[in-house]
């Protein structure tokens, strides 16, 4: 092999080559970043349901909806029977409480969306965090404002960790909050 084509590769193509690739991945990293922590997630949800008018305007407890959040490891999202309680008088003569009572009234279930998600990997409980006093909003942004909800802040490793490393800061609200557990195992079961 020629000098000149040796000296060309080492000096011109492999450094262009290096240096192509990582900025190929610089950019597809930072580009990617909101599909991988959940930020700003907001997909169309079947039936158009305004947290700002039920939650903010009405002042409903997230609890009469998403059931079970002080009881296991998931908030659940309503059944069409939980929105009937009220909409079999109020507002049923709305459109998209017309479409809400067509999904009861054949038994079919409410395909939501889910907005938050943890990883599957990762081992999460929200009766543990309810039960001590933790609001709603710390993790899940301040729904009562929002008219279709979306994911405000982030739900990567990273995030947990600071708010269980540095409780005061993330919770104010709570008096004597303790450190969350920081070890593999609390998380990854």
């Known amino acids: 092999?020629?000098?000149?084509i040796l000296d060309y590769t080492l000096k011109v193509r492999i450094p262009l080559i290096i240096f192509v690739i990582a900025a190929s991945f610089i950019t597809t990293?930072?580009?990617s970043r909101q599909e991988r922590d959940g930020v700003g997630y907001?997909?169309?949800q079947p039936i158009k349901y305004s947290h700002k008018l039920h939650a903010g305007e009405m002042g409903?407890?997230?609890q009469y909806c998403h059931t079970g959040v002080t009881k296991g490891r998931q908030a659940l999202v309503p059944s069409a029977n939980i929105c009937m309680n009220c909409h079999t008088i109020a507002k049923k003569d709305q459109p998209e409480i017309i479409k809400l009572k067509?999904?009861?009234d054949s038994g079919k279930i409410l395909p939501w969306k889910r907005v938050h998600k943890v990883p599957e990997y990762a081992y999460f409980n929200h009766s543990v965090h309810v039960n001590t006093g933790i609001d709603c909003e710390s993790c899940h942004g301040n729904?009562?404002?929002m008219e279709e909800i979306k994911q405000v802040k982030s739900f990567t490793m990273s995030a947990c960790l600071d708010c269980h490393k540095e409780p005061e800061k993330y919770l104010p609200y709570l008096e004597n909050v303790k450190q969350g557990p920081r070890h593999c195992a609390a998380c990854h079961r």
């Open 42 to 44: 907001q997909p169309e």
């Open 102 to 104: 067509e999904y009861y």
């Open 29 to 31: 990293f930072y580009v």
């Open 1 to 4: 092999m020629k000098k000149t």
């Open 60 to 62: 409903m407890d997230c």
């Open 143 to 145: 729904v009562r404002e």
